[in-house]
């Protein structure tokens, strides 16, 4: 039988058998520091949230100021891949799928200053189904 040498046991070993016994450090607020945490108030989400048809109507007409960070693919409820746009207010990160947000928004510079106004829903006269309908202007 065929020793291994120590890089094959390496390997063999996940991180946290490879780390074993080697010392690790990190910093941790102090105990004033830690203190504060109950009297600090929320100040911004890093939670992505998907903007649905329903959380637009709730905003119509409503301008949105935030910056356009590029474009995700994620999976709709039929598992197929749905092109979105992210986009970061001052309070949150959300992602949206509106066909025409999206395309208004994605030959845009990452990080470009945007207003996004929701301005309702339009049959369509071709297929089934309504188009949302956005208006969309860079700042500057």
Known sequence: MAKQNSTQKAEAQSPVQQMAGTEVSFFIPNTEELGTLDKLEDKFSLTMKYKTAEDWAMLKDQEI???????????NDKEELVTCGVFVT???????????????????????????????????????????????????
Not at 66 to 71: D, K, S, V
Not at 129 to 135: L, P
């Open 90 to 140: 001052k309070t949150e990160c959300f992602i949206a799928g509106g066909k025409t947000l999206v395309d208004a928004v994605r030959q845009l510079p990452t990080k470009s200053p945007i207003s996004i106004t929701y301005r309702g829903k339009k049959s369509n006269k071709t297929v089934e189904g309504s188009t949302m309908i956005f208006d969309v202007k860079t700042l500057g």
């Open 65 to 75: 100021r935030c910056f356009y960070m590029g474009t995700k693919e994620i999976p």
